[in-house]
């Protein structure tokens, strides 16, 4: 049976997160900004949605600059809440990993999976699963993502990014030797700055190259372990397993409401068990908390979050408590009733070994 490999990526991931809670911004530009807080404008860009970026906006640009680029547009300059963005990744890997066979979350808003038993090693099986995966995640949390099926992750990566925004790419096995061939050899996930420079001052530019350069030559230039793997990438016969990399790296809850309400008290009443069990986890785990979101799913199932990063990491309940109260306090008064209410904790320190669980970081 003929392995299939997928590659998720989630479109213009903050920005769309943004959209998502406050649809009249869509259609203007949006600029997700890390701001350093000495000037006004000090700071740079995350990411923008696709209208900033007809701008010339990038990520990593300046704010000052991104605006210089707006002038006279209305755009929303709006800060980074990671937090945020991580309850909807969250649930977009849920929804990933009930579909496929196994899963291996990379980046806070990308994965790989496997799907080769599900799809019965069939490609037009794993085109229809893909499909229904970006249907789910569309009407689930209003997200749209790119998502790119082949043979292994190295063409999995590649043909997600093909077809971006809400992309679906599909190379059968037979047909990846073919459309890695032109393609430039920083495409091969891998390969960075340092080995680009090195197979171009050798003239190896295309993935073509790679395939047709002498071994021996490959292994003086790269060492044997990055040689084997970058001519079996280019001969498409990547062999790289999708690995659960498990790990925690949040804890969370959701439940339904008795009753649809916009009454804070209410909420955390029926909340208090979920928080109790929580902080149950965190401690039992020696784990301390830097994030708390409060979440709230509304009639129409939509999702809100509103989240905080408190100064120093705790795994104290009465802060878990209180912090949920006034998150949900907020939530509610902005979007009235909710059906389903939950609490997240997020950016987990194990405070034995002093660093941080959060291995997510791109
Ligand atoms: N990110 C960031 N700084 C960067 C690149 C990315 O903070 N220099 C963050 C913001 C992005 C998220 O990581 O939303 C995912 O990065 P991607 O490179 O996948 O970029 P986007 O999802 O924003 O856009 P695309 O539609 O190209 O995937
Ligand atoms: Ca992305």
Redesign the pocket.
């Known amino acids: 049976m003929s392995r299939i490999v997928g590659h998720l ?8 997160v943004e959209e998502v809670e406050q649809p009249s911004l869509r259609g203007t530009p949006v600029l ?1 900004c ?1 701001f350093s807080g000495r000037t006004e404008d000090s700071g740079v860009i ?3 949605n ?1 209208v900033a970026r007809e701008h010339g906006v990038k ?2 640009m300046p704010i000052a600059l991104a605006k210089r680029r707006l002038e006279g547009i209305k755009a929303s300059f709006i800060p ?1 809440d990671r937090g945020k ?1 991580e309850v909807y990744s969250d649930r977009v890997m849920e929804i990933l990993r009930r579909e496929v066979d196994v899963i291996e979350q990379t ?4 994965a790989f999976f496997d799907i080769t038993k599900r799809a019965g090693g069939d490609f037009g099986a794993a085109a229809s699963t893909a499909l229904l995966i970006k249907e789910e995640i569309l009407r689930e949390d209003r997200l749209t993502c ?1 998502i790119g099926i082949g043979p292994n992750k190295v063409v999995a990566k590649i043909a997600s ?1 093909l077809k ?2 809400n992309g679906l790419t599909i190379v059968r096995d037979t047909e990846a030797m073919g459309f890695l061939s032109p393609l430039p050899v920083q495409k091969i996930y891998g390969v960075g700055p340092k080995t680009s420079k090195l197979l171009e001052d050798n003239k190896i530019l295309a993935v073509r190259d790679l395939a047709e350069a002498p071994a021996q030559e490959l292994e003086e230039l790269l060492g044997r372990k990055l040689a084997a793997y970058l001519y079996n990438a280019a001969k498409g016969a990547d062999d790289e397993p999708v690995s659960d990399r498990g790990g925690i790296s949040q804890v969370s809850r959701i439940l339904t409401l008795k009753q649809d309400t916009n009454d804070p008290q209410r909420v955390v009443a029926q909340l208090l068990p979920a928080l109790k069990d929580i902080h149950g986890r965190l401690v039992s785990k020696g784990l301390f908390f830097r994030n708390i979101s409060a979440i709230g799913i509304g009639k129409d199932l939509s999702l809100h979050t509103k989240s905080k990063t408190i100064e120093r990491p705790t795994d104290s309940y009465a802060v878990i408590e209180e912090e949920v109260k006034g998150l949900l306090t907020q939530l509610l008064g902005e979007v009235g009733e909710v059906r389903r209410a939950g609490v997240r904790l997020g950016d987990l320190q194990d405070m034995a070994n002093q660093h941080s669980l959060t291995e997510f970081t ?1």
């Open positions: 990526d989630l479109d213009y991931f903050f920005a769309q997700v890390v995350s990411t923008s696709y990520s990593g980074m963005y980046g806070i808003d990308e790119s990014d971006k925004p791109s």
